[in-house]
């Protein structure tokens, strides 16, 4: 009979971290920028003006047509991989704890702490700048078939399922109609305490209001050193268990740190994940282009200004 091992040193060290910090680190390199957090609407239109938009989804219009469920798309129908990857990438922003800086706080676990107020300028910034945020489904449909997107698309997502997300940063999406991916921490699920996660109730409750939920492991080990089970405690076990608690299919994935290799691509394909999205690193399979779809962290002291800036200059082709 299978029996959960006890954590391995590396991760049990991660999650007395994530205790006391309150941070997973999904970091790779990424460094936020130290501009100041406020901004205000000439600056944005400068910054419109002066750097063209990169996104040119197939004949973009305001609202894109209903996405049907992806998995009936024929598989004659879906793109071959040269296709994919030659179709420019939607900018996908991801997020994790949306709350103000505390004292013990340190520098570079700011880079993934977003002030409240700060995610509401970032939020305007999109809603002033004409975006319209999609979802995986849509995505994924435009990757595979070209399928059409509302005009300046962008993907919200955010990691681990930190309580802030659903207390702080939903209401502000919603606000500007706005939808997003979370992808969840499966091991952290209604753990309070000095950093709390959302409980079953709040990950249907936004999977019920049209957010999309998503998975990010059992308890944020590495996918590149799997081995034995992981790949059933890691992956299978946490998916069932989100799809319990949603009542809905879980086919999108969010590599923990950002990290992926060869290996794990077949393994995450056969299991059913339609996409699996990486972070800051350009690299992209060339054969399962989907599974190494690209995001890059909305750093915590960056302005709207920054965020803007970077967001179109890092996913211009």
Known sequence: MFTRPVLPVVTALGLFLLTISGLTSCKQGQSADTNSAN?????IATAEASTKSAITAAKPTETAAPVTDPTTIPAGKIADPATILSRQQVPVLCYHQIRDWRARDSKSAKDYIVPPDLFKDH??????????????????????TG???PAKPVMITFDDGDLDQYTVAAPIL????????????????????????MDKQQIKDLSDRGHTIGAHTWDHHNVKKYQGD???????????KLQTITGKPVRYFAYP???WNE???PELKKRGYLMAFTLAEKKRDPQLPLLTTRRIIAGGPWSAKTLYRNMVGSFRQ
């Open 39 to 43: 901004t205000n609407a000439g600056a």
């Open 123 to 144: 939020m305007q910034m999109l809603a002033d700048s004409g975006y319209h945020t999609i979802l995986p489904d849509q995505y994924y449909a435009y990757l595979t």
């Open 147 to 149: 399928a059409p997107l």
């Open 174 to 197: 919603e606000k500007h109609g706005f939808k997003a991916s979370f992808f969840i921490m499966t091991v952290a699920i209604g753990r309070r305490g000095y950093q709390p996660y």
């Open 230 to 240: 992981d790949w059933k405690i890691q992956i299978d076990e946490p998916n069932e």
């Open 257 to 259: 740190f950002g990290l």
């Open 263 to 265: 290996a794990a691509l």
